[in-house]
């Protein structure tokens, strides 16, 4: 059974710091894009960035909105993901995802690409 399990979501002031953790287990976990999502209430989800490995050159996207503020990173041997998010905003409030992609990533964060997701960690930034 595959599985992916978010964790690390809470709630922080605007300029604070939070990691998130993604466990995962059921498909081979270096095989697989991972990205990150979220969905905050009233608006469609949307990607914040993806990590994947293609013929041993590490592709990671993020778009502007998080660019120089969020990192993506991956422990294979652990088959674990994290996000780490620094600088917060209000706007970042949101549930956040993760999710798997046998392709490799993309900057266009089709969320119709991705095989698998879990079921979110809510981050909410106080201003």
């Known amino acids: 059974e595959v599985q992916l399990v978010e964790s690390g979501g809470g709630l922080v002031q605007a300029g604070g710091s939070l990691r998130l953790s993604c466990t995962t287990s059921g498909f081979t976990f270096d095989d697989y894009t991972i990205g990150w999502f979220r969905q905050a209430p009233g608006k469609e989800r949307e990607g914040v960035s993806c990590?994947?490995?293609?013929?041993?050159?590490?592709?990671?996207y993020y778009p502007d909105s998080v660019k120089g503020r969020f990192t993506i990173s991956r422990d294979n041997t652990k088959n674990m993901a994290f996000l780490q998010m620094d600088s917060l905003k209000p706007e970042d409030t949101a549930v956040y995802y993760c999710?798997?992609?046998?392709?490799?990533?993309?900057?266009?964060?089709?969320?119709?690409?991705?095989?698998?997701w879990g079921q979110g960690t809510q981050v909410t930034v106080s201003s």
């Open positions: 990590f994947s490995t293609d013929g041993g050159r590490n592709r990671m």
């Open positions: 999710a798997a992609d046998s392709l490799p990533c993309n900057s266009y964060f089709a969320t119709y690409e991705y095989d698998y």
